[in-house]
């Protein structure tokens, strides 16, 4: 299966699980030199592959006919910063986007998968979208964290594909999700330490 089929069967699945409104999120792919990016301001689940924009990693546009993401800078940062990042996928998905503008982590000492598997999503600090300042604290956490929260904006996630990256941020929008329900019932009941520390270890 091509990149450009991936990154629009992704597309459709995030439009279709409702991890992206009609104007937001995006979508890239790395390859070599270049990446394959969702146009800005095209809902998700109307994508095709002819619309997907390709620059290089200077964002300069290579091919495609509409505006490109206004977030390609982030995508290409952490492309230059981790080298076995191969996609990103970015979105404002609502459980995850509500602890990123209360300037929350999603962290637990209840959640066994969410332990196990991510340890922890940070925040990295606010600036202003569509510049330079979104992306200015990311080279402090990604290469602990495949996913992570930007404050008062959404979520990113990176893989070793696009499936691997959206699903990392499809998984952590429903642990935040439970998370946020938990509240109304009081509160996590929290493992004992002995047990996180377990979890973390695996
Ligand atoms: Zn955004």
Not at 42 to 61: A, F, P, Q
Not at 109 to 132: D, H, R
Request: hydrophobic share 40%; proline share 4%; net charge neutral.
């Amino acid at each position: 299966m091509s990149q450009k089929s991936d990154i629009v069967k992704i597309a459709k699945m995030m439009y279709q699980k409702e991890m992206v409104n009609a104007f937001e999120g995006n979508i890239s792919i790395k390859n070599n030199d270049e990446i394959i990016i969702t146009p800005s301001q095209i809902c998700k689940g109307l994508l095709d592959e002819s619309m997907l924009m390709t620059t290089n990693l200077d964002g300069k546009v290579l091919s495609g006919d509409y505006k490109i993401s206004s977030e390609t800078g982030l995508h290409i940062e952490a492309y230059k910063l981790r080298k076995n990042i191969n996609a990103v996928v970015h979105a404002h998905s609502p459980y995850a986007t509500a602890f990123a503008i209360a300037n929350k982590p999603i962290e637990s000492k209840a959640y066994p998968e969410m332990i196990a598997l991510f340890k922890k999503v940070p925040i990295i600090k606010y600036g202003t979208p569509s510049t330079k300042e979104v992306y200015a604290d990311l080279k402090n956490y990604i290469f602990d964290y495949d996913v992570v929260l930007l404050q008062n904006h959404g979520i990113v996630a990176f893989g070793s594909d696009v499936f691997d990256a959206y699903f990392k941020l499809e998984s952590i929008e429903s642990i935040a999700k439970v998370l946020l329900l938990n509240q109304l019932l009081g509160g996590p009941s929290n493992l004992p330490d002995d047990e996180v520390k377990k979890l973390l270890s695996w």
